[in-house]
């Protein structure tokens, strides 16, 4: 049979027509059988495709060749009467659209199509395939998505392969590089369907209403008790002449037609619950919650979480220097015990931290800031603290002292043992002025702990650019200059520490961090061995995936909203995958290498040269380590309100231009504007947990990226290229998790720590609406996954053996 031309089948041209009648055919259940037969449907009622011939071709070559487990047979028609007849239709593992478009089905075939799918039918569109059935709601549903019109004429793209276990993307390249015809999309079908593969905008000219940075190409979903399966790919017959788009239908057929399992659930917003598990404190109590500002999970599944040390909004805060009582906060650690879901105080330690609110001469972000668990938790029941003790201040010269120290929890009761505590490591701070502490902790694989410390640098006093001014100070120590600590080889702050803490309380130094603390050149110049990474502004997050060892950090940039051909780039927020020790910038340079100008006295609002990423030299007068500082690695992640992975024309000298309207943007997913990075985990699926709750095996591998606000700013799942991380590779694929982490009124608004528990769960700390205190937002949140296994069921598939 030849279709006739009915048009072009524009849904605009015509009414819709209203919904199948039901129908009466009888079909197998689940359709076809362990004989695997595939009825590809090329029927169109428009002009037929060109590629429709080398589409038939190439599916019958697919079947007929891999392993003999996953081989089927071909039939391909154009006669859409084989819809309506059960017997014929019902041999049938999967049924391929490769069709030109336009209503090629009377409201019968459709209905059988329909109960095709009811019965388990598997179902697969290609490219053209979008258009089919252009007035049924029900096929539109089947497809996933519509085009706004005709696809982008044939130009080589970028597809981000996100999916990395999928059979129909599992050996593709993470960025597949391929010449086809792009469709836009009506509706971003995201968050209804399973994405496997997106296109890259920036790396083609689309056609008129484009999608953006989330552009769907290829995705699947369990629909209407059957299988779904849809790309947008193979526009031109060249396409089913590469072997990579072979693969891509080899494993969409298998998954299909019952050969094999997969997930088609896992990105689907609706199978995610986000839940509060903690109350709103009783008044003048911080009974469930104090100022969140870490997590951790233990093995069993308990929950302690930190308050910094801000109290109840109702409690006086002491600001008088001359007062002994100066910013004297309680940093809380609280216990969610998921088995009860009861909270429980653990203790509290008094801490210089609750300073509040003001100008950076009046408030103070030390207190309690970071929890991490021994290894061996459950056994010893150690708990390693970072934090500000109030009794170690002193109150003339504005200097405190900030340590880690190991205490002992009553695993039975959750109290913490005060009196226990072993300090390992302690380092003075400034605090006559605000900000940047740091505070994350992470363990690796070998036992070695990771310690975040800020720059404990004003963010005031140079314009919102590098944070480098030498003149203000307060008895003779600098406030404004990170070059004191951040870009220091003997200073502790500004930094990311490495130790390994002994089980007398002390600790030894890894080989492989950045210095080994006996570095005396140029004259005397000073290291310290605990420095794993320097050029850090304010890591207060940190995560290390045993399973690479690889450290994950993120750190907040200055204050400048706009970048200056004078000073440098704006204010950039950081997220750096680190593979070896190094230093990474601040305050010399950040991003991708991109140089800040130097100043310094008699005059430091008067520029310098710019600073050298290659080989940076410390010149400043507070500095007490090395001159000659390591090159600087670029970073991973940065974005500032003008969006993400801004870059610039560079000069000669590699000097970028920093003129807004030259910029590009290389991380088009995100931007900032009120920004605070909130580095996140990396998932790990455990394959052989029988948790009902975890997230699917999708996300392995991913590592999550987050800011402390939920606006425009970042709160994705991003995936790495092996072969350039830690070296300043960009990510390849970035998955939105704003609506399954949910943000706006209601939700998570101000995201300050995540974890995943082991029972593949999700926790999160709310910090709430305020600063330095709590209120009934703050709160401990945990997301589940309900989508349920991979489909079909395993008594389901056509040949057991491929289970």
């Given at each position: 049979?030849?279709?006739?031309?009915?048009?072009?089948?524009?849904?605009?041209?015509?009414?819709?027509?209203?919904?199948?009648?039901?129908?009466?055919?009888?079909?197998?259940?689940?359709?076809?059988?362990?004989?695997?037969?595939?009825?590809?449907?090329?029927?169109?009622?428009?002009?037929?495709?060109?590629?429709?011939?080398?589409?038939?071709?190439?599916?019958?070559?697919?079947?007929?060749?891999?392993?003999?487990?996953?081989?089927?047979?071909?039939?391909?028609?154009?006669?859409?009467?084989?819809?309506?007849?059960?017997?014929?239709?019902?041999?049938?593992?999967?049924?391929?659209?490769?069709?030109?478009?336009?209503?090629?089905?009377?409201?019968?075939?459709?209905?059988?199509?329909?109960?095709?799918?009811?019965?388990?039918?598997?179902?697969?569109?290609?490219?053209?395939?979008?258009?089919?059935?252009?007035?049924?709601?029900?096929?539109?549903?089947?497809?996933?998505?519509?085009?706004?019109?005709?696809?982008?004429?044939?130009?080589?793209?970028?597809?981000?392969?996100?999916?990395?276990?999928?059979?129909?993307?599992?050996?593709?390249?993470?960025?597949?590089?391929?010449?086809?015809?792009?469709?836009?999309?009506?509706?971003?079908?995201?968050?209804?369907?399973?994405?496997?593969?997106?296109?890259?905008e920036n790396s083609y000219t689309?056609?008129?209403?484009?999608?953006?940075?989330?552009?769907?190409?290829?995705?699947?979903?369990?629909?209407?008790?059957?299988?779904?399966?849809?790309?947008?790919?193979?526009?031109?017959?060249?396409?089913?002449?590469?072997?990579?788009?072979?693969?891509?239908?080899?494993?969409?057929?298998?998954?299909?037609?019952?050969?094999?399992?997969?997930?088609?659930?896992?990105?689907?917003?609706?199978?995610?619950?986000?839940?509060?598990?903690?109350?709103?404190?009783?008044?003048?109590?911080?009974?469930?919650?104090?100022?969140?500002?870490?997590?951790?999970?233990?093995?069993?599944?308990?929950?302690?979480?930190?308050?910094?040390?801000?109290?109840?909004?109702?409690?006086?805060?002491?600001?008088?220097?001359?007062?002994?009582?100066?910013?004297?906060?309680?940093?809380?650690?609280?216990?969610?015990?998921?088995?009860?879901?009861?909270?429980?105080?653990?203790?509290a330690l008094t801490v210089f931290?609750?300073?509040?609110?003001?100008?950076?001469?009046?408030?103070?972000?030390?207190?309690?800031?970071?929890?991490?668990?021994?290894?061996?938790?459950?056994?010893?029941?150690?708990?390693?603290?970072?934090?500000?003790?109030?009794?170690?201040?002193?109150?003339?010269?504005?200097?405190?002292?900030?340590?880690?120290?190991?205490?002992?929890?009553?695993?039975?009761?959750?109290?913490?043992?005060?009196?226990?505590?072993?300090?390992?490591?302690?380092?003075?701070?400034?605090?006559?002025?605000?900000?940047?502490?740091?505070?994350?902790?992470?363990?690796?694989?070998?036992?070695?702990?990771?310690?975040?410390?800020?720059?404990?640098?004003?963010?005031?006093?140079?314009?919102?650019?590098?944070?480098?001014?030498?003149?203000?100070?307060?008895?003779?120590?600098?406030?404004?200059?990170?070059?004191?600590?951040?870009?220091?080889?003997?200073?502790?702050?500004?930094?990311?520490?490495?130790?390994?803490?002994?089980?007398?309380?002390?600790?030894?130094?890894?080989?492989?961090?950045?210095?080994?603390?006996?570095?005396?050149?140029?004259?005397?110049?000073?290291?310290?061995?605990?420095?794993?990474?320097?050029?850090?502004?304010?890591?207060?997050?940190?995560?290390?995936?045993?399973?690479?060892?690889?450290?994950?950090?993120?750190?907040?940039?200055?204050?400048?909203?706009?970048?200056?051909?004078?000073?440098?780039?704006?204010?950039?927020?950081?997220?750096?995958?680190?593979?070896?020790?190094?230093?990474?910038?601040?305050?010399?340079?950040?991003?991708?290498?991109?140089?800040?100008?130097?100043?310094?006295?008699?005059?430091?609002?008067?520029?310098?040269?710019?600073?050298?990423?290659?080989?940076?030299?410390?010149?400043?007068?507070?500095?007490?380590?090395?001159?000659?500082?390591?090159?600087?690695?670029?970073?991973?992640?940065?974005?500032?309100?003008?969006?993400?992975?801004?870059?610039?024309?560079?000069?000669?000298?590699?000097?970028?231009?920093?003129?807004?309207?030259?910029?590009?943007?290389?991380?088009?997913?995100?931007?900032?504007?009120?920004?605070?990075?909130?580095?996140?985990?990396?998932?790990?699926?455990?394959?052989?947990?029988?948790?009902?709750?975890?997230?699917?095996?999708?996300?392995?591998?991913?590592?999550?990226?987050?800011?402390?606000?939920?606006?425009?700013?970042?709160?994705?799942?991003?995936?790495?290229?092996?072969?350039?991380?830690?070296k300043g590779g960009l990510p390849?694929?970035?998955?939105?998790?704003?609506?399954?982490?949910?943000?706006?009124?209601?939700?998570?608004?101000?995201?300050?720590?995540?974890?995943?528990?082991?029972?593949?769960?999700?926790?999160?700390?709310?910090?709430?609406?305020?600063?330095?205190?709590?209120?009934?937002?703050?709160?401990?949140?945990?997301?589940?996954?309900?989508?349920?296994?991979?489909?079909?069921?395993?008594?389901?598939?056509?040949?057991?053996?491929?289970?």
């Amino acid at each position: 049979m030849t279709a006739s031309l009915l048009g072009s089948g524009s849904i605009a041209s015509a009414e819709p027509y209203p919904k199948p009648p039901a129908t009466t055919l009888s079909l197998p259940s689940p359709p076809g059988g362990a004989n695997v037969r595939v009825l590809v449907f090329h029927g169109s009622a428009t002009a037929e495709s060109p590629a429709v011939e080398a589409g038939i071709a190439a599916i019958e070559t697919i079947g007929l060749t891999g392993p003999a487990a996953s081989r089927f047979r071909t039939v391909a028609t154009d006669d859409p009467a084989v819809f309506t007849n059960a017997k014929q239709l019902g041999r049938y593992n999967a049924v391929v659209f490769l069709t030109g478009g336009g209503d090629v089905l009377d409201p019968e075939q459709e209905a059988g199509l329909e109960a095709y799918l009811e019965a388990g039918g598997g179902f697969v569109g290609i490219h053209e395939a979008a258009r089919t059935e252009p007035y049924s709601d029900w096929f539109t549903g089947l497809i996933g998505a519509r085009p706004t019109g005709a696809p982008s004429s044939t130009q080589r793209a970028v597809v981000e392969v996100g999916d990395r276990v999928h059979p129909a993307t599992k050996s593709l390249p993470l960025q597949w590089k391929r010449p086809d015809k792009w469709f836009n999309w009506a509706e971003n079908p995201s968050g209804k369907v399973h994405t496997v593969a997106r296109v890259k905008e920036n790396s083609y000219t689309p056609a008129a209403k484009g999608n953006g940075w989330d552009h769907p190409i290829s995705w699947c979903r369990d629909y209407d008790g059957g299988r779904s399966f849809y790309t947008g790919m193979g526009g031109t017959a060249d396409s089913f002449a590469e072997t990579d788009f072979r693969d891509h239908l080899r494993g969409a057929l298998a998954w299909t037609t019952r050969i094999s399992q997969a997930d088609c659930k896992a990105t689907i917003d609706a199978n995610y619950t986000a839940e509060r598990v903690t109350q709103a404190n009783q008044p003048g109590q911080n009974d469930q919650i104090g100022e969140p500002h870490g997590l951790v999970v233990a093995p069993d599944g308990r929950v302690l979480y930190i308050g910094r040390g801000g109290a109840d909004s109702s409690r006086p805060v002491v600001t008088d220097w001359n007062n002994p009582d100066i910013g004297k906060g309680q940093g809380e650690i609280h216990v969610y015990d998921p088995k009860t879901k009861k909270v429980s105080k653990a203790g509290a330690l008094t801490v210089f931290g609750n300073k509040g609110g003001g100008d950076e001469l009046v408030k103070n972000e030390e207190g309690l800031l970071g929890i991490e668990l021994d290894p061996d938790f459950m056994t010893n029941g150690w708990v390693y603290l970072h934090y500000t003790p109030h009794s170690e201040i002193d109150r003339e010269t504005h200097m405190a002292e900030r340590r880690v120290s190991r205490f002992t929890l009553d695993l039975a009761t959750n109290r913490l043992d005060l009196a226990s505590e072993k300090v390992l490591l302690d380092w003075p701070v400034q605090i006559h002025s605000c900000c940047h502490a740091g505070g994350g902790m992470a363990w690796d694989s070998k036992g070695n702990l990771y310690i975040a410390t800020g720059d404990n640098n004003s963010s005031g006093f140079s314009g919102g650019y590098s944070g480098n001014n030498p003149q203000p100070n307060f008895k003779g120590v600098s406030f404004a200059d990170a070059r004191r600590t951040a870009g220091n080889t003997n200073n502790l702050n500004g930094k990311i520490l490495r130790i390994h803490p002994e089980d007398d309380g002390t600790y030894t130094l890894p080989e492989g961090n950045l210095f080994t603390g006996e570095e005396t050149a140029e004259g005397g110049g000073k290291t310290r061995g605990e420095i794993y990474v320097m050029g850090v502004r304010n890591p207060a997050r940190i995560f290390v995936d045993k399973q690479t060892d690889i450290l994950y950090a993120g750190w907040v940039g200055p204050d400048a909203g706009a970048p200056s051909t004078t000073w440098g780039p704006a204010k950039y927020d950081t997220f750096a995958a680190i593979t070896e020790a190094g230093n990474h910038g601040w305050p010399y340079c950040m991003g991708n290498n991109q140089p800040y100008r130097d100043r310094n006295l008699p005059d430091p609002a008067q520029p310098l040269g710019w600073y050298d990423c290659d080989a940076p030299k410390n010149e400043s007068p507070n500095n007490d380590g090395l001159v000659n500082l390591p090159p600087v690695t670029p970073n991973t992640i940065w974005y500032s309100p003008q969006g993400g992975g801004v870059d610039y024309p560079r000069d000669a000298n590699g000097i970028p231009s920093y003129k807004q309207e030259e910029q590009k943007l290389l991380l088009p997913w995100l931007k900032g504007g009120g920004q605070a990075t909130m580095n996140g985990p990396v998932y790990r699926f455990d394959a052989a947990g029988d948790s009902a709750v975890k997230w699917p095996a999708y996300w392995d591998g991913k590592w999550f990226v987050g800011d402390f606000y939920d606006g425009d700013q970042p709160r994705h799942a991003v995936l790495t290229d092996p072969r350039t991380v830690g070296k300043g590779g960009l990510p390849v694929h970035a998955e939105s998790l704003k609506k399954i982490i949910p943000t706006g009124t209601g939700g998570i608004r101000n995201l300050m720590d995540w974890k995943f528990a082991p029972d593949g769960s999700l926790y999160v700390l709310d910090y709430g609406r305020g600063f330095f205190t709590s209120d009934s937002n703050s709160a401990l949140w945990r997301v589940t996954y309900k989508g349920g296994g991979a489909t079909p069921a395993a008594d389901q598939l056509a040949r057991k053996a491929e289970q």
